[in-house]
T-cell receptor
Framework: GAGVSQSPRYKVAKRGQDVALRCDPI?????LFWYQQALGQGPEFLTY????????KSGLPSDRFFAERPEGSVSTLKIQRTQQEDSAVYLC????????????FGSGTRLTVV | DAKTTQPTSMDCAEGRAANLPCNHS???????VYWYRQIHSQGPQYIIH???NNETNEMASLIITEDRKSSTLILPHATLRDTAVYYC???????????FGTGTRLTIIP
């Protein structure tokens, strides 16, 4: 597709439930990023992939958060045992190369934990 | 990454030039100035970046002061669709992580 696609667009989860958020980056883009955006704040970095390798996961808030990109294209962000503080918009971005920082972002998945 | 300071909000009349300032007084030599914007319910969108020379593309112009301590993003003829939060980022080359602040909320007034 022409852009970064994320699904679902909205997700409501009960506290304690596991969720999986999907990102389809632009075809051929090497770098893939996940960001978390709380209401009224700027996006905050979660993790970074170069192809299938997860090179930086320093922003993941806890071991309940897990991301993968097994074939170097589609990525999944999984959150186990969701808590209310996980409620946020989760943004995925991709970039053609490791040294180009004009990322293309998807529209995000809005996660609400009730 | 160097800290950037932006006004919390600004208004601009439709059809006029919108000038968005950014202060980055502690910027280091290997840090570029990047601008993104985020329209409501969408992800951030890359606009432009520069190191020390002024830059222009189809979306905007970026003016960086000679001492690189501040910059201005210029939208030459603002439209209602330019209403968004604009983020100024001082980003070192070689670091993959973009660090967003809280940005400037620009409202274009009809």
């Amino acid at each position: 597709g022409a852009g970064v696609s994320q699904s679902p667009r909205y997700k409501v989860a009960k506290r304690g439930q596991d969720v999986a958020l999907r990102c389809d980056p632009i075809s051929g883009h090497v770098s893939l990023f996940w960001y978390q955006q709380a209401l009224g704040q700027g996006p905050e970095f979660l993790t970074y992939f170069q192809n299938e390798a997860q090179l930086d996961k320093s922003g993941l808030p806890s071991d309940r958060f897990f991301a993968e990109r097994p074939e170097g294209s589609v990525s999944t962000l999984k959150i186990q045992r969701t808590q209310q503080e996980d409620s946020a918009v989760y943004l995925c971005a991709s970039s053609l190369s490791a040294d180009w920082y004009g990322y293309t972002f998807g529209s995000g998945t809005r996660l609400t934990v009730v | 990454d160097a800290k950037t300071t932006q006004p919390t909000s600004m208004d601009c009349a439709e059809g006029r030039a919108a000038n968005l300032p950014c202060n980055h007084s502690t910027i280091s030599g290997n840090e570029y100035v990047y601008w993104y914007r985020q329209i409501h319910s969408q992800g951030p969108q890359y606009i432009i970046h520069g190191l020390k020379n002024n830059e222009t593309n189809e979306m905007a112009s970026l003016i960086i002061t000679e001492d690189r301590k501040s910059s201005t993003l210029i939208l030459p003829h603002a439209t209602l669709r330019d209403t968004a939060v604009y983020y100024c980022i001082a980003h070192p080359f070689g670091n993959e992580k973009l660090t967003f602040g809280t940005g400037t909320r620009l409202t274009i007034i009809p």
